[in-house]
């Protein structure tokens, strides 16, 4: 646990130096967490899975992948993009761990390139509030996630940029690495074209998510998609958290409650200086924290939703518009650090307590005890049902 927060406070030094350039401060946060988090070593949930993939893959010449591309996707079921792109980095990379910091490496870029399409001041201030609710999940565990957030992020800056066919293209490409990047594009249509009344946003936004709540509305849509999307509908639409946290559901609605006033007193108090790529973020904030409280219930949605809502957030914080951050960021911040600090408490806290590193083990000759990890989370799953 010492690691994580000297990690955190180091940040919050470096973020804030005076008399330090922008570019340097940027450089020496974005290196750090490049380090730590891009270089983990056999840590958090994903990466057996993702390890065995990426082996196995190894061993196919490219023909004989393409030729046995249906067999291998049935046995590692995960979106075309994906598969490919493993494929294509466990041919030109010796171990993992290298293709898991490249992915690193892209979200720290997409972070970057958004946050100055936002008008973000300080990026790594904002890489810190990420860092507090994010680190033991999107950047430790779901690496295919990470990379569709990242792609959606390049297009998200794309469309803020006026790069309307480059955003296309990006945010489509976000699809073949994460199905759930569908929720992101369904909100950024819906903010993109609303009305700037967020009141109007709010309630279209509710009239079209609330009846999906309701497992038979989308079951009857089933017919209509591909088999293989169809069985991602079901997953996210119908999969219940049977063992519902009461008080993680209570920190969400917080949250997002937070988020939906922020987004209303923002738009009110800027009302007679509009800015059009202000309003265009507040409402996609808007339509995302509605649509994760209509779903509540159903934790793959809301958590998914949570990962692009705190990087915007974020970046919006320390953007030019101060009245969000005199007023909003500081309660974040506080959740943020509540949050980090219970995930100590979990069950499965052994997943990324020890912290590791792929440098520093291949350095001092040391055996990562991944595997051991494994074995005991897998007890503990087994153990909970």
Not at 124 to 137: C, D, N, P
Not at 208 to 231: E, T
Not at 324 to 330: I, T
């Amino acid at each position: 646990m010492a690691v994580y927060i000297v990690f955190i406070l180091v940040l919050v030094l470096l973020a804030n130096l005076p008399k330090v350039s922008p570019g340097v401060r940027d450089f020496l946060v974005a290196g750090i967490s490049f380090f730590f988090v891009g270089l983990r070593f056999e840590m958090a949930y994903d990466w057996p899975y993702y390890k065995e993939m990426f082996d196995y893959l190894s061993q196919y010449p490219f023909p004989q992948f393409l030729r046995n591309f249906v067999a291998i996707q049935l046995q590692y079921p995960a979106e075309l993009g994906f598969l490919f792109l493993t494929y294509v980095f466990s041919q030109v990379v010796p171990d993992y761990e290298w293709f898991q910091s490249a992915l690193y490496f892209a979200f720290l870029c997409s972070f970057w390139t958004l946050g100055r399409a936002v008008g973000c001041k300080n990026i790594s201030a904002a890489l810190i509030i990420v860092h507090l609710f994010l680190l033991f999940t999107l950047e430790f565990s779901t690496i295919r996630q990470a990379f569709a957030v990242s792609l959606f992020n390049f297009g998200l800056a794309a469309y803020l940029r006026g790069r309307g066919a480059m955003a296309f293209l990006l945010v489509s490409l976000s699809l073949f690495f994460q199905f759930s990047a569908l929720l992101y594009i369904g909100a950024l249509l819906l903010a993109a074209t609303s009305t700037k009344r967020m009141w109007l946003s709010a309630v279209m936004v509710l009239f079209l998510a609330f009846p999906l709540v309701f497992p038979g509305v989308i079951l009857s849509l089933i017919p209509i998609f591909p088999s293989r999307i169809a069985d991602k509908l079901v997953f996210y639409f119908t999969e219940r958290d049977l063992d519902l946290n009461i008080l993680e559901a209570i920190f969400a609605v917080t949250f997002y409650v937070l988020i939906v006033v922020m987004s209303f007193r923002v738009s009110y108090v800027w009302r007679r200086s509009f800015d059009p790529r202000l309003y265009f973020l507040l409402r996609f904030l808007l339509v995302m924290s509605i649509v994760a409280l209509v779903f509540i219930p159903e934790h793959v949605i809301r958590n998914r939703i949570f990962y692009e809502v705190v990087i915007v957030f974020s970046l919006l914080a320390f953007s030019p518009y101060r009245i969000a951050r005199s007023r909003y960021v500081w309660p974040v911040i506080a959740m943020g650090t509540v949050f980090m600090l219970v995930s100590f408490t979990r069950p499965s806290t052994f997943m990324y307590v020890p912290y590791q590193n792929y440098v520093v083990n291949s350095v001092l000759g040391l055996s990562g005890d991944g595997e051991d990890r494994n074995r005991r989370y897998r007890q503990l799953l087994e153990e909970s049902r």
